[in-house]
């Protein structure tokens, strides 16, 4: 599917009824990149730590049209304890089970299509059981956005990331 064939797709959906999920990281203290320079001064930016040793935090969200649905952030401390680098598929199904599922749920519409980004912890069959298993069926459909469209199609990438990233 192209990306013009999704815009289309989800135009023609209920906004009530589109859910956008997706994840990033936050790295905290990072130094600004931009910055404003009087005529004939040096265009620096001074820093006491470089973003590589920043602590970086995990976040995955999820938005709708109407509102937004509590995220769940992973710590620097998680991260260590867990040993892993990254959200991972049982951090998703972990967030989809404690926070979102019930959130969802309490939308009381049926029909409800979630849109990702195609990466490999997004499984579509995957998500709508844990979905089921949170207690809520009112999830139809998980569709995955094509290769690189996460940009001109994600409210999350557009409204809130961005200026994160």
Known sequence: MTIAKMRRDLMR???SKLLFLDETHIRMGIHPSHTLVAPGQH?????????QFAPRYDVIACISAERVFPPI?????DRVDWSVKGVRKWML?????????????ALDQYGIVLVMERASIHNPQ????????AGCGII???RLMP??????LNPLDNALFHDWK
């Open 140 to 142: 139809k459909e998980v």
């Open 93 to 105: 199904h972990k967030y989809i089970h404690d926070i979102l599922g019930q959130a969802v749920e």
């Open 73 to 77: 952030i992973f710590t620097p401390e």
């Open 43 to 51: 265009r620096y930016v001074v820093v006491e730590d470089t973003d």
């Open 126 to 133: 995957a998500m709508l059981e844990e979905f089921q298993d």
């Open 13 to 15: 959906m209920f906004k």
């Open 147 to 152: 290769a690189y469209a996460g940009k001109r």
